[in-house]
Nanobody, 122 residues
């Protein structure tokens, strides 16, 4: 049984940076097929970045060039570094794992979810 716990969210001014972390607990953890999603206020959950079966990282167009997704397998930690933040980056950010289709940008593909960490950019 795997659990994911996010941290690192907060309130920042536009142009600032945040580093989100997601720690996995449990005896069964896979470092592939993970992803970051976000849910802006009043909108549906959308993909930010996802790792495919070969370890390649896909980024959504909205964050490409401004965000970096990394994983520390030994620490079972996923990290999302976000720079040059914009107001439209505001939302609840979730890490997710065990996607049925690795690298998917479809939230329904992911089995395990954290509770989220709030990011507010003003």
């Amino acid at each position: 049984h795997v659990q994911l716990v996010e941290s690192g969210g907060g309130s920042v001014q536009a142009g600032g940076s945040l580093r989100l972390s997601c720690v996995a607990t449990g005896s069964v953890y896979s470092n592939v097929c993970t992803g970051w999603f976000r849910q802006p206020p009043g909108k549906q959950r959308e993909a930010v970045a996802a790792v495919d079966i070969n370890g390649r990282i896909r980024y959504s167009d909205s964050v490409k060039g401004r965000s970096t997704f990394s994983q520390d397998n030994a620490k079972k930690t996923l990290t999302l570094q976000m720079n040059s933040l914009k107001a439209e980056d505001t939302g609840m950010y979730y890490c997710a794992g065990q996607a049925g289709y690795c690298g998917s940008f479809q939230a329904k593909e992911y089995v395990v979810w954290g509770r989220g960490t709030q990011v507010t950019v003003s």
